[in-house]
Nanobody
Framework: RVQLMEAGGGSVPSGGSLRLSCAAS????????LGWFRQLPGKEREAVAF????????YISGLVRGRFTISRDSAGNTVRLQMNNLKPEDTATYYC????????????????WGQGTQVTVSS
């Protein structure tokens, strides 16, 4: 089983930056694809970014492409989401997710989820 712990949320003005991190622990976390989702109040959870188990492949949602980047440390146990030029519509709870199969991440059906961290962007 993999445990995920997010950190780095907060409040920033429009145009600001934040970096979220997610620390994975437990069994074979290095075999897992990791990703970020977000959920706005009253809306369904949406995919933001994914990264493969070895960090070689990444996916960034068109909603944030050019502003957000995802990376994974060499040990494979921490994934980061660098968020630049934040907009009020980025305000959401951000969740880290992990699954052996990236396909499941894309479906929003990851096997492991973090507790979430709040990001608030003021106009």
């Amino acid at each position: 089983r993999v445990q995920l712990m997010e950190a780095g949320g907060g409040s920033v003005p429009s145009g600001g930056s934040l970096r979220l991190s997610c620390a994975a622990s437990g069994d074979s976390y290095g075999d897992y694809c990791l990703g970020w989702f977000r959920q706005l109040p009253g809306k369904e959870r949406e995919a933001v970014a994914f990264i493969s188990w070895n960090g070689g492949d990444t996916y960034i949602s068109g909603l944030v492409r050019g502003r957000f980047t995802i990376s994974r440390d060499s040990a494979g146990n921490t994934v980061r989401l660098q968020m630049n030029n934040l907009k009020p519509e980025d305000t959401a709870t951000y969740y880290c997710a992990a699954d052996v199969h990236e396909y499941n991440l894309r479906l929003g059906a990851a096997s492991h989820w973090g507790q979430g961290t709040q990001v608030t962007v003021s106009s």
